[in-house]
């Protein structure tokens, strides 16, 4: 599995990556923002609709875990990291919300009860860059779901133009003002391994007094549509259904993400 060290600072990952309430820092990015206010709702809606309790993989710093918490759901967090999870505690003592954050490997997890929604957001399971690895994902997912429960993930849908652009240059990624450091921009050197399936990223953040202030590397896991529904198959799970977009339309060739719903056979 691939780690980025954007996960090891949790500030900063907040900031590229804020919650709804907080999205407003993003320049000239309306489409960015209206997305993350609308993840957030998808996600809130389903835990809701589940009945409860629900497990979030990957939770990260709590940005969808907290909101359902204090909607009054039952929602334990899981995700590998200290760092996010001290994050997320934190925020969420300081919200006032009762939420059960634990640490945890989403390929080999054990929890002592079982759910009726486990969940991935933000792109999480494409961090899984084996075939292996994500076998053992569904394996434990599969385990822990509640008779009748559902999985709920998004993945992008691979764009196929994106991932051939030069490697050799740098392409925006997006810009957002923080209040200690101003505007910050993010730019992206991309490497496709067709092969693998891989797509190798280095995030270049820069303000204008600090060019390059940051540097980041991670891979990601291509998941194409037809090969999604291949690996759920011999994982044991249906694809009930599948989204283009958290407004619910229609997955096409052309959404930029597959949002599915999962149920184990």
Known sequence: MNECGL???????????????????????????????????????????????????????????????KAGVNIVGMDLLASMLDAARNKASALGVDVKFVAGDMRSFELPQKFSTIFMAGNS?????????????FSCIKKHLAPGGRLIFEVNNPDVHKLSRDSGKRHPVLR??????????????????????????????????????????FTLRMIYPMELLLLLKTAGFELMKRYGEFSREAFVSSSPRQVCFCTAT
Not at 10 to 33: C, H, K, N, V
């Open 125 to 137: 399971l494409p961090h899984l860059l084996s075939i292996g690895d994500l076998q053992h994902c």
């Open 7 to 69: 996960y090891q600072e949790p500030e900063l990952y907040d900031l590229l990556f804020p919650s709804a309430s907080q999205a407003g820092g993003y320049i000239d990015d309306e489409a960015r923002t209206t997305r993350l206010v609308a993840s957030e709702q998808f996600y809130l809606e389903e835990a809701r609709n589940g009945g409860g309790p629900v497990l979030e993989l990957a939770c990260g710093s709590g940005r969808m875990t907290i909101p359902i918490a």
């Open 176 to 217: 957002v003002l923080d209040r200690k450091l101003g505007e910050v921009t993010v730019e992206e050197t991309p490497e496709y391994d067709a092969a693998r399936q891989t797509y190798q990223v280095t995030w270049f953040l820069s303000t204008p007094d600090a060019p390059d202030f940051r540097v980041l590397d």
